[in-house]
């Protein structure tokens, strides 16, 4: 029969292994969804929006270029972390919209939208 140093030693070492092998996601910067993307498209058609009426649908951008403010990106991205490992990157989402320099309303939005945990490698 195992003795109790020996059992609690077993344990503590499972206790290890487990955390060392624990994986965490993260997630970071703004995430605008698919519904709040299409109902900038939608208005883009219809009417004219206003950098101001932008922040109201999504929020702030994540960065707005120094030399061009007329430039707005949001930029989400997922990554695994193991404690061991380094991080890997899951999925990556930007969006970046451009705003004309004259009237400052939208005109164009751009979604890269890179889901790399379901790509087949």
């Known amino acids: 029969m195992l003795s109790f140093r020996v059992c ?14 624990a994986s965490t996601v993260s997630y970071h910067g703004k995430y605008v969804r698919d519904e709040q993307v299409k109902q900038l498209q939608t208005k883009l058609s219809s009417q004219s929006l206003s950098k101001h009426d932008v922040s109201a649908l999504i929020g702030s951008p994540a960065f707005i270029p120094a030399y061009n403010s007329n430039i707005w ?5 997922t990554t695994k972390n193991k404690f061991w490992a380094f991080n890997k990157l899951l999925a990556q989402r930007i969006i970046i919209l451009t705003f004309s320099p004259d009237s ?9 939208d890179n889901n790399i945990a ?4």
């Not at 990106?73 to 991205?77: A, P, S, T």
């Open 118 to 121: 379901n790509r087949q490698e």
């Open 8 to 21: 609690k030693k077993i344990f503590l070492l499972l206790n290890i292994f487990l955390a060392f092998s």
């Open 104 to 112: 400052e309303k939208l005109m164009r939005i751009l979604v890269l």
């Open 73 to 77: 990106y949001y930029i989400h991205y």
